[in-house]
Each structure stands twice: as structure tokens, then as C-alpha cells.
């Protein structure tokens, strides 16, 4: 009786453990953005990502990523500028479309809290006539 009494613990600590929670939650809520463009342009915001339409002439798009977070990394840059980031911020300097009617790139970044993250992503679709 003793050793089936211990075998029905082992086996319940068992399924316990299994069913702790030590994978990364990749659907946590930690951060929302904030853009401001320097020159016109169009924003449709969602809740990680955000699609901008600016017309074709050089100008800053500023991301501010809010929230509670240790850090961000950005994993992919659109060849349509060029990319700094820095303490919860993002900025794209957008050159000026030569002879080209439009150009579309996606800037991709993650954010990370403890073993917590969140992909988010910025498209931006430069037009000569907006």
C-alpha cells in the first residue's frame, strides 16, 4: 500500500510539473506604438504593427515602442531608408523615390520581457502621387 501510495504521488508531481508554464508566451500584451511622421502621409494602426502611405519625398517616420518591456530587437529592415533604433525608439529616414512610382518595405522588430515576447511590424509604402 505504501509504495502505491508513493507511485500515485510521484505520478501526480509528475503531471504538475508538466503542466507549469516555462515556455515563452509569444501573445503577451507588451507594448503598443506610437508613430509620428515628419512630413504627410496615412496610418492605419493595429495593435503590433502599423501600415504607413507617405508620399515619395525624403522625410523621418518616428516609432516610439510604449510599454513594459526589458528590450526590443529589430530583425528585419526595409531597403527603402535607412534605420536607426535606440531606447524604445525606431526612427526611418525614408530617401526620395528616384523614378520610381512606389516602394514598399515592412520593418520587423521583437520585444522581450523575461521569457515574454511580441513580434511587431511597420509597413511603409512610399508613392510619388499620394
Known amino acids: 500500500m505504501k509504495i502505491l501510495l508513493t507511485t500515485i ?4 508531481c509528475l503531471i504538475i510539473s508538466g503542466c507549469s508554464s516555462d515556455e515563452p508566451d509569444h501573445e503577451a500584451d507588451l507594448f503598443s506604438l506610437a508613430v509620428q511622421l515628419e512630413g504627410e502621409g496615412e496610418l492605419a494602426m493595429g495593435i503590433h504593427d502599423c501600415e504607413i502611405i507617405v508620399p515619395g519625398n525624403q522625410q523621418y517616420i518616428s516609432i516610439d515602442i510604449i510599454g513594459d518591456y526589458d528590450y526590443f530587437r529589430v530583425t528585419a529592415v526595409p531597403d527603402i531608408g535607412m534605420v536607426t533604433s535606440g531606447d524604445k525608439r525606431i526612427k526611418i529616414l ?31 509604402l512610399s508613392l510619388i502621387h499620394i
Open 9 to 12: 504521488t510521484v505520478v501526480i
Open 94 to 124: 525614408l530617401t526620395n523615390n528616384l523614378g520610381e512610382t512606389s516602394r514598399t518595405g515592412t520593418l520587423e522588430f521583437t520585444v522581450y520581457k523575461g521569457k515574454s515576447w511580441n513580434k511587431g511590424t511597420v509597413t511603409v
